[in-house]
């Protein structure tokens, strides 16, 4: 009995160490797949741009494990909703943990990815957001954007409509309420000096006032503004156009990425957006074959066209893909392990996707050629 106990006793040890360096060492308890995790708002104001998100990474995932995976392992992926919401954010983050995630394509929206961001830092995981446009996501040295940032937007918006002399007088309707707004308009203005137009109006609202824009627009009109730049996402977007209509304003809307979106809103009249042009990475209807591959997919899967941010996001599981190929990871190893291969090798990675050939700087910012499409009979074509 004696011995049995002394057994029993040593066994306990040996049992208690195990577990202990299983807690402390930080490796995956997933041997055989990746594990991916997705953050973003697949529900409330803000879902078209998370569905779209993590439709088109689902796709990706799907055409890469059908090639035989990542270095010969399968991925897996899981999507979290956030509701645009830092809080729930960070919730949902703690769940991807719990699950097994080692790598994250989030968060969609910037508020929220700025506070995840914090937490992936801490934790040595490799983040990178498709549609986060702020520079406040980037801070850290692993986190990176498939999108353009916002002092991007706001510069390339206002030198394409300066190089194609789209408008002569422009106005500015923006949220200074919004990092994202404001950080776009305050570069397009800067750059808009350099450029052959005027800036005729410069007026603001806030996320609290977002519902009446008449004063707005009567100023742009008043001063004889062509062009309109709305720096702003697709609710308000969407209501400025209306009040447009209705008190008979016709100049043209230029949007950013923010806007995408805006054709697929419930009770939307399209034709109210007939001819606004946006700044983007992606058109649904270019003729190269993988587009048109990319595109028709996802309309045999969701029934609708992918906009711009379903485009980054598919892009966004492919350049994880390069990165884990390039440095030969495998599902055994720790977040922080896999985060110290892949965080050094962005920089020397090149991923030719579907929004453009693209190469990353050290500070997590993506290089990529704009483009811009414009709305034609309820559909987003090449302006």
Not at 75 to 99: C, G, M, V
Request: with cysteine; aromatic share 8%; glycine share 8%.
């Amino acid at each position: 009995m004696k011995f049995k106990k002394l057994m029993s006793m040593a066994l306990v040890g040996v049992m208690t160490l195990a577990t202990v360096a299983g807690c402390t060492s930080g490796q995956s308890s997933n041997k055989d797949t990746f594990k991916i995790g997705g953050i973003g708002p697949l529900t409330g104001p803000a879902a078209i741009y998370g569905t779209n998100v993590m439709n088109a990474a689902q796709i990706a995932v799907d055409e890469i494990n059908a090639a035989g995976g990542i270095n010969g392992y399968q991925i897996e992926f899981k999507a979290q909703d956030d509701t645009h919401d830092a809080e729930k954010a960070i919730n949902a983050y703690n769940s991807l943990k719990d699950w097994g995630m080692q790598v994250l394509l989030g968060t969609v929206t910037t508020t929220p990815c700025v506070a995840v961001a914090e937490k992936t830092a801490e934790d040595g995981m490799f983040q990178i957001t498709p549609s986060a446009s702020s520079t406040d996501v980037i801070v850290n040295d692993n986190t990176f954007q498939v999108c353009f940032t916002d002092p991007n937007q706001g510069t390339a918006s206002a030198q394409y409509i300066g190089m194609n002399e789209i408008a002569t007088k422009v106005a500015i309707i923006y949220n200074s309420s919004d990092v994202y707004s404001s950080g776009i308009e305050a570069t397009f203005e800067k750059e808009a000096a350099n450029q052959g137009f005027e800036i005729v109006s410069i007026e603001a609202f806030t996320d609290d006032t977002a519902t009446d824009f008449s004063t707005q627009l009567q100023k742009a009109q008043s001063a004889g503004a062509d062009l309109v730049f709305l720096p702003i996402y697709y609710t308000p977007a969407s209501i400025i156009l209306k009040q447009a209509n209705d008190i008979g304003y016709a100049p043209v809307f230029f949007g950013v990425d923010g806007m995408d979106g805006i054709l697929t809103m419930d009770n939307f009249d399209t034709s109210l957006a007939e001819g606004v042009i946006l700044l983007t990475p992606f058109a649904a209807d270019a003729d190269d074959e993988k587009t048109q591959k990319f595109v028709a997919e996802y309309q045999k899967r969701y029934g609708e066209i992918p906009n711009q941010f379903a485009a980054d996001a598919y892009d966004g599981i492919y350049a994880i893909k390069e990165a884990m190929e390039k440095t030969g990871c495998t599902p055994d190893m720790s977040v922080k392990e896999i985060g110290e291969k892949i965080i050094p090798i962005m920089t020397q990675i090149k991923v030719d996707g579907i929004t453009g050939e693209m190469t990353w700087n050290a500070n997590g910012e993506v290089s990529k050629t704009p483009k811009a499409v414009i709305i034609k009979n309820g559909a987003y074509v090449a302006y």
